[in-house]
């Protein structure tokens, strides 16, 4: 219990420092493992409560996925049912009710057996839940409910003690006028969109213009909507507009209004998007695109503060926060002479880049559990899970289209995967409920092209590690495949250590995994 004090220790300490909870995640998962290491579990989760369901910050013998998904309490009636209980609450074998982790523990697609969980509350209300699974029936059966219990309740003084810590910031902030940071975000794994994320906290709160620039399919309107619900105009309005959606001659009139009569079909008077975003955030989406003509227009309301409907002989105050996205590289439109080089230099107070996808290949997994749990819900089915092959076909692929390429992608993917499964029930002679389904997701129903240039995180080189090229035959020894597969895992996991000097948790984000399921696997390995 020691390490598990000290644990907790470092935990309020960072979060008294102002750290946010989900900006801690290694520190949960050894919270989590050193909590349950050594029950007999295949799975275990800690997840946190917050408006849009039960978050996981820790996750050990799951998918790094997961750490993407949300379980709302409404369709997940196990958890339901752990929140309801007062104590350890255990689930029989041939419980009807599914189980969130189906198909989702290891390489396994049978059910859960065993199945506990604990609720962590502060008085009446939920602030996360504690579970653990078991694939084989009776696994957990001598757990010592009173030390889980007491453990659970030092977890949930500590959740607490957290809530209390952030909710304090948030009276700071609001005293400021500052709006805080949403309590509970998810925790990118890449370096570049933590930095990306650290600095919309330093330029959400000023009034400053933001450029923001990145390929098509990054996620640039998502950036949007952080940026303004971080902001001080977080109750004004987020106008967006798509310049280059607006006919040229009414673009001028969409943004700034008109007058009724100010031209010819124009029957009553129109606000425009500068007025329609008064007190908020305006999105100027496809900036490259305004016309030369009105570009010396726009920059004298950025100067002035003041827009002047056509027609009106009066200017307007507006207090607008603007935020410029584009996919173009604006300072070439600059040199090039299709941009004016004043309005970009207003425009680009505060540049801001959003990566590719290939860039953060460490957040794929955390976006695919996103994308995952959407489709589990539209295609009413208990689970998707997606096959060890397929996670690699993810990683190796360049996604040029980006984030929405990916999403796109495993859309498609369930839906083939759900048919395939279909069509094996029906010549079957029996019809699968989709809602008692967990669908697997392998790479074939992915349909990426196979000639994907890019190894994820470097390949392992066998000649290196003093293996000749060899050719194999069938008279030859061969080895189980599980044996193979774990002589290959601790030869790339020896690899992965070595290049970061034995830096497990470096290693981990190179191998793309969560650092306590690496510590798991390392085990099972006999690594450690």
């Known amino acids: 219990m020691t390490r598990f004090y000290d644990i907790l220790r470092d935990l309020l300490t960072q979060l008294a420092d102002g750290q946010p909870v989900e900006a801690l995640q290694p520190l949960w998962s050894r919270l989590l493992e050193t909590l349950v290491g050594d029950y007999p579990a295949d799975a275990s989760t800690l997840m946190v409560n917050d408006e849009a369901g039960l978050l996981p910050v820790a996750v050990l013998g799951l998918p790094d996925e997961v750490r993407g998904r949300r379980f709302p309490l409404d369709v997940h009636p196990r958890l339901a049912v752990i929140a309801r209980h007062p104590g350890v609450c255990r689930f029989p074998p041939d419980s009807p009710l599914p189980d969130p982790f189906d198909g989702l523990i290891d390489e396994e697609l049978t059910a859960v057996h ?15 839940v504690l579970t653990l699974d078991a694939l084989a029936a009776g696994s957990l059966a001598r757990l010592d409910e009173d030390e889980l219990l007491a453990k659970a309740r030092l977890l949930a003084t500590c959740l607490r003690l957290a809530s209390q810590l952030s909710a304090t910031r948030s009276r700071l902030s609001e005293a400021l006028d500052s709006e805080p940071r949403p309590a509970l975000q998810r925790h990118w794994n890449s370096p570049a969109m933590q930095r990306l994320d650290a600095s919309l906290d330093l330029v959400a709160p000023t009034d400053m213009c933001v450029l923001l620039q990145g390929e098509t399919g990054v996620g640039k309107e998502r950036v949007v909507r952080a940026l303004h619900a971080r902001s001080t105009r977080h109750q004004g309005p987020l106008v967006q507009v798509n310049c280059a959606s607006l006919p040229e001659q009414l673009i001028e009139s969409e943004l700034f209004g008109h007058r009724r009569g100010a031209f010819s079909g124009a029957i009553r008077d129109h606000r425009g998007h500068f007025a329609m975003a008064d007190g908020g955030t305006l999105m100027l989406d496809e900036i490259g695109e305004l016309p030369l003509a009105l570009q010396p ?12 409907p056509l027609g009106s002989e009066r200017a307007q105050r507006v207090d607008v926060r603007i935020v410029a996205v584009t996919n173009r590289d604006l300072a070439a439109e600059v040199a090039a002479g299709r941009f004016r080089e004043d309005l970009y230099h207003r425009l680009s107070a505060f540049p801001l880049q959003v990566p590719p996808l290939r860039q953060r290949r460490e957040d794929l997994l955390l976006l695919a559990g996103s994308f995952l749990a959407d489709n589990r819900v539209r295609l009413g089915v208990n689970n998707l899970r997606l096959s060890s092959a397929a996670e690699a076909a ?5 996604w040029p289209g980006n984030v929405r390429e990916l999403e796109h992608t495993l859309g498609r993917a369930a839906l083939r995967a759900l048919g395939e499964r279909l069509d094996d029930s029906r010549r079957g002679g029996s019809i699968d409920s989709r809602r008692q389904a967990v669908i697997r997701i392998d790479s074939r129903h992915l349909d990426l092209p196979r000639d994907a240039p890019h190894e994820p995180f470097g390949a392992l080189d066998t000649r290196s590690a003093g293996a000749a090229e060899t050719s194999y035959s069938a008279d030859e020894d061969w080895l189980p495949l599980r044996q ?45």
């Open 114 to 128: 065993d199945c506990l969980g604990v609720a962590l509350r502060d008085g009446e209300r939920l602030i996360g």
């Open 484 to 528: 193979a597969i774990d002589d290959f895992q601790r030869d790339y996991i020896r690899q992965a250590l070595a290049a970061h000097d034995g830096n497990w948790a470096a290693a981990a984000r190179t191998l793309g995994l969560d650092a306590g399921n690496l510590h798991r696997l390392a085990r099972r390995l006999t690594l450690k």
């Open 297 to 308: 227009k726009l920059l004298r309301v950025l100067q002035e503060g003041e827009i002047q």
């Open 394 to 398: 993810l990683l190796a692929w360049q």
